[in-house]
Every structure is written in C-alpha cells, then in structure tokens.
C-alpha cells in the first residue's frame, strides 16, 4: 500500500515504530497531490510544506475560506483576488500547535454557496470516483483531495451541509461539530449562526483525532462555548448494545435513489446485530427545513459579504466609462465584476427577506420555524440517542447536471440542513456503493455536544464493515 493511502492514525504509527520519517511521507503525499492534481483539481494553490516540532505531524488541506497567516484566502471568488490573510484561524493555530504539514489551500463554491463546487471562480473540482461527476460541496476540494490520497486529511466547513455532503459523494467520512465546538474566528463568514468548521477523514478513529486538535472554547469567537474537551479517541469503540438509535420517517421520502435507501436500510440492520434498539421517530417541521435555512442563511450571508465593497478586501474595480468615478461607482464595480452569479443570487435573497416590509414576513417567521425544528430534535431525543438517515438523498450527480437549476440543487441539502439550523453535530460515513461504484453516504446525529456518543456509533458500523477501506482509482 502507498503511503498516500494511509490514515493519519496509521502513518503516526509507522514514524513511531521508525517505520517511516515525516519528511518521507510528506514527499510521498505532496509528489501524490500534485501529479493527480490536474485530474481532481482539489487544490487551488499548494503552500511550500513547513515541518517543525510537535505530535501531530500529519499533512493536511484547508479550505479557502479558513485563514493562513501570509497566505492568500479567497473563498474561491474574484472579489478576494490577492487577499492575503493577516492572521491564523484559531484552527490553524492549533493544527501549527502540533506540528501540522500544511499543503495548500482547497478548492470550494463560491463563498460556500453550493453543493457540487461549480461555483469556484477556479472551476469545478472533480470526484475522484468519476471524474465526470461533482465532488459534492461545498467542500469539494476538501473531500476530493483526502478521497484521492493528495492530504491525509483536511478541514471544511459546514452551514447547510458543507462538510457531510461532500463526504458522502467521495466515499470519506466529514463530521460538523456541535455549532460552538470549534472556533470559527479566522473562517470567512458565510452564514454565522450556523457555519462550523470540523475535519474530513478516510475513517473515523481519524474524526476522533483532528476534533481532539480543533475543537475548544476561544474568546475571539462570541458564540465559543466554554466547555471541556474530552478525549473523543475514547469514544472509539465498538459496542452499541442497548444505544437508541432513532430513524426519523420524514427522511424516507420518494425521490431518493433507490440504492441510498437500500444501503441506509442494511446499515440500520448492522447496528442492530451489534445491539442496538432501533426505534420509529419523528422530526415533524423537515419538511420546511430547506425554505428556512435559505432565509436564514441568505439573510446573513447578505450581511456578511456587505464588507467586500473594494476598500478593505482583494479586488478593487472601476467603471470602465472616463466620466468621474464616484465611490458608489466603485463599489458597484467591484461588487459586479467580483462576485459570481450564485453570491449575487444570495445577495439578493438575502437583501429581500431583511427589507423593511419583508422582515416579518420572512426573516421573522423562518427563525420561529427555525425554533420549531430544533424543538423536533430536542423531543426526538428524548426518546434516543443517535439519529440514522441518509446524508444525501443522491449520490454524486454529473458536472453540469444541475447548475442550471439552483432548486434541485438545493434540494441536494435536504437531509444534513437540519442539523445546522439546530447546532447539532452530524457525521457522514460510507456505507455502500451504486450501481455505477459511486459511494454512499450515512449520517448520524446525536445531542449538541455529544460528539462521543456520534463517534461511538459512527465507530462501531465503521468496524462492523469495510467500506471505510475502499480507495478510489486514479
Ligand atoms: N449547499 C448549501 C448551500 O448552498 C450548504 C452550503 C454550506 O454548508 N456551506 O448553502
């Protein structure tokens, strides 16, 4: 097996056992990410490998939305053309803490917005499975590059689905943290009550080991919850015998591909031979799930991108007409020549549901709804103590096949949007294959902040079966 193939847990125990040294298996996994890079295009810029002392010294990706001191940040959009970040995300401090080989930065939508990484200025990152079809988004790059071997894992972030979604459609495992887990100071905003940045993986022993390294309170982010890390590696192990394990009826609705529900119906039945009770349940406001979070998540990422207006940030344009330019001229230059057609329909979106007139009607009512569902869940587990249900009711679509058609895009998010709206952690794990050797996704939910309990479940399929070791070929 190549070294590239390896999880983060197994090459920390090759360097122990002296087995390999950390500049040899950053060669090989750098040597890997850029010859098959002009075939995946997962990273959009490589970084010049740092080594330097500490106990984690495993190669990693990040997200370009995620702030590398000195390094360029771009969200994927024209608009931050030549923005150098000026300081570390909290999460970059603490994976630099441990000795962390940072390769580059990934490819993504535009600003987060999407679900396949069409919407890169960078153009589309390909599935490692099918390099005719999306990696899934909107961390495409993230789950693309782990999937084929160029990192050994890498980091994402997650506001309707961002991190899961993708997981799914490149057969990895991509886990959203309970929303105030990790710090999000130094993550380009997107939508700021629900966006977490969590870790994507080739298993879930590794989840374990990068949460361990990101999560915790930080005062710099205001929604940073004050609470003990545990050690989630002590969550790793394989016994649910009597866990409660709820299947909410409303995610298993028509329209999802026949094979995702055949394959999230056999993982159910795993999780009952290894013990298990699995129980009916119901999360009765799914269905106004998707309508909500694009109010919600347009209204504040309106707000948030208001900032990137050619003064303070990247790109800075002027009308091209030789009439005197005023300041309004230039900002509306910037703001047409820099953003793409997504963040301009978001922009829009979100302008409207906060307009004056509008408020009530929408921002208003989609937070009372938003409410509603996080009550589902607080009743749902009552009852249980895991959530199971597919992460995405496809798996992954062909590049082009819905660019031109933001609503079944959209749609694509239906199963992993709930989880952000109420802050719960959800993970992704493999759980089968199509007909076409397109992996599928499983996900699981439990409480805010119980990671472990999300762990242990995810850990005890993972074990029972042998997806998980599956690699795609390039
Ligand atoms: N696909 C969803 C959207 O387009 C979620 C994106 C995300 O989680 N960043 O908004």
């Known amino acids: 097996m190549n070294l590239y193939d390896l999880t983060a847990h197994q090459l920390l125990s090759l360097i122990k056992d002296k087995k390999t040294t950390v ?13 098959v890079n002009d075939k995946t295009h997962a990273f959009v810029r490589f970084h010049d490998p740092l080594l330097s002392d500490g106990t984690c ?26 923005f150098h970040a000026p300081y570390d995300a909290a999460v970059i401090e603490k994976i630099k803490g441990r000795g962390g080989v940072i390769l580059g930065s990934l490819n993504m939508d535009e600003f987060a917005f999407g679900s396949s990484t069409e919407t890169s200025a960078y ?22 590059s782990v999937a084929a071997g160029q990192t050994v894992w890498a980091l994402g972030s997650d506001t ?8 799914s459609f490149c057969g990895i495992v991509g886990m959203k943290p309970t ?16 966006d ?9 022993t590794d989840s374990a080991l990068l949460l ?10 205001s929604t940073s919850v004050n609470k003990p890390v545990p050690d989630y590696t002590k969550a790793l192990r394989r016994d649910v015998k009597g866990l409660r394990i709820g299947i909410p009826k409303e995610y298993f609705i028509d329209g999802i591909q026949p094979e995702v529900l055949k394959a999230v119906r056999e993982a159910i039945e795993v999780l009952k031979k290894e013990g298990a009770v699995i129980k009916e349940s119901s999360l009765p406001h799914t269905e106004y799930a998707v309508a909500t979070y694009y109010i919600v998540a347009t209204a504040e990422a309106s707000s948030n991108l208001a900032r990137f207006d050619g003064v303070q940030y990247g790109l800075r344009a002027l009308p091209e007409k030789t009439r005197k330019t005023t300041l309004v001229d230039m900002y509306e230059t910037t703001r047409e020549k820099g953003f793409g057609d997504e963040a301009k329909r978001r922009i829009m979106l979100g302008t409207y549901v906060l307009s004056s007139g509008y408020y009530d009607a929408y921002y208003l009512r989609g937070q009372k709804v938003r409410t509603l569902i996080k009550q589902d869940f607080d009743k749902a587990f009552e009852e249980c103590d895991a959530i199971i249900c597919p ?10 096949e819905k660019s031109n058609d933001p609503l079944s895009m959209y749609l694509s998010d239906i199963f992993t949007i709930p989880a952000n709206l109420a802050g719960i952690p959800g993970i992704s794990i493999p759980c089968g294959f199509d007909a076409n050797k397109l992996p599928i996704g499983l996900q699981i939910m439990t409480r805010a902040f119980d990671e472990e309990t999300l762990l242990h479940v995810a850990y005890t399929y993972e074990q029972s079966t042998a997806w998980h070791l599956e690699r795609a070929k390039l």
């Open 196 to 204: 977490q940045i969590g870790p994507l993986t080739k298993d879930v």
């Open 391 to 400: 992460t995405a009711p496809t798996t992954a679509f062909k590049i082009g």
């Open 23 to 35: 500049q040899a298996m950053v060669d090989s996994i750098l040597s890997r990410a850029k010859s």
């Open 123 to 144: 153009g589309v990152t390909r599935n490692p499975w099918d390099l005719k079809r999306v990696p899934g988004g909107s961390s495409g790059g993230s789950a693309a």
């Open 160 to 167: 309707g689905g961002s991190i899961r979604q993708p997981a």
């Open 212 to 221: 361990n390294i990101i999560a915790g309170f930080d005062q710099r982010d």
């Open 57 to 82: 010294p495993i190669p990693i990706g990040i997200k370009d939305n995620i702030c590398i001191q000195g390094k360029l940040a771009t969200c994927a959009s024209k608009i931050l053309n030549g």
């Open 179 to 194: 929303y105030g887990r990790v710090s999000r100071y130094g993550l380009i905003a997107f939508g700021s009550s629900l």
